[in-house]
């Protein structure tokens, strides 16, 4: 199992500069990867391929591209050219999104989302694969009149999909090569997750799929202090239908109920227990909320964990 970090430098002076300097730390502090969200901020991919340019001992990846408001050629493009910048060390994170965001942002109607995953990844993975496309859906068109090839990213891009529901966690399986799950605890892994779609990649032929497991975490001595930080910050997805269902099945009630905060002890032996509900990689977020002291404990503990 590999332990990586998301990366969140979004009040910096300037968030390129501060992500390049934080991703030198963490790879120092030992940590094998280090992943961008994608919000209406800065392009993931964009900040992932200058940060793996910058820092050769990494990998880098997006948690994640919402599908809505995007096109497989396009996204295509952005993961080719990080693929080729990072010689090989990018990994393409794509999400559903939330009707929220989807409709109030992009002034589009979020309907059918596990049809246009399915035919996002479906256009995707023949783009990322081999530099063309000829694909006609129901919801989506992509072809390549002219070459879409990124020289340099020959060998492709891994597809994960940040999946917890039952019908993407199956397309998941069929259609990519992992799952990027948020605030899903090991109990929701062990006992929902990771049996799906494990069961639909072997259904469909494929090898068995990476769990990356991202957990929203910290190594502090000021537990409630923080942990009533946490539970004002991640309120947010207690709104969402399948962020709310997840943390049920982890055995919660609020989203801060999965958070992984406390020493270094506690934080380590919960790590392992992500470990034993089959996740093949952990992802720390969060790690800053407490301030620059405890994020660097937390890297120097996980990155012992890497190891």
């Known amino acids: 199992m590999t332990v990586g970090v998301a990366l969140n430098a979004t009040d910096a002076g300037n968030q390129i500069d501060a992500s390049v300097r ?14 961008f969200g994608q919000t209406f901020g800065a392009d993931s991919p964009q900040l992932a391929a200058i940060v793996g340019r910058e820092v050769p001992d990494i990998q880098v990846g997006t948690s994640a591209i919402p599908v809505f408001g995007r096109h497989p050629l396009l ?14 060390r990018y990994h393409l994170g794509l999400a559903l999104g939330t009707k929220l965001l989807t409709e109030a942002g992009f002034g589009i109607p979020f309907e059918r989302p596990i049809a246009r995953l399915r035919e996002f990844l479906t256009a995707l993975r023949r783009l990322t694969e081999t530099g063309a496309a000829d694909f006609h859906g129901e919801l989506l068109t992509a072809t390549t009149p002219i070459p879409a090839r990124v020289p340099g990213a020959e060998a492709g891009v891994p597809l994960l999909v940040a999946a917890m529901g039952p019908q993407a966690l199956r397309a998941s399986g ?8 948020y605030l899903a605890g090991p109990r929701a892994l062990a006992e929902h997750i990771v049996p799906a779609v494990t069961a639909a990649a072997e259904a469909a032929g494929r090898p068995a799929p990476r769990i990356v497991a991202l957990v929203h975490g910290v190594v502090t001595d000021d537990v409630d202090s923080v942990r009533e930080t946490v ?7 207690e709104q969402i239908p399948s962020y709310a269902r997840v943390i049920e099945l982890s055995g919660g009630k609020r989203a801060a109920d999965v958070a992984v905060i406390g020493d270094e002890r506690a934080v380590a032996e919960e790590v392992r227990r992500y470990r034993d509900a089959g996740a093949t990689e952990v992802v720390f977020s969060g790690t800053e909320v407490a301030g620059d002291a405890d994020r660097r404990r937390t890297w120097s503990l996980l990155g012992e964990l890497a190891g």
């Open 75 to 88: 996204v295509s493009s952005q993961a080719l050219t990080a693929q080729a910048a990072t010689h090989g």
């Open 22 to 35: 934080l991703a030198a730390e963490a790879a120092a502090a030992g940590l094998r990867s280090a992943w």
């Open 231 to 237: 539970t004002e910050q991640l309120a947010f997805y």
């Open 174 to 181: 069929e259609l990519a090569d992992g799952i990027l799950p």
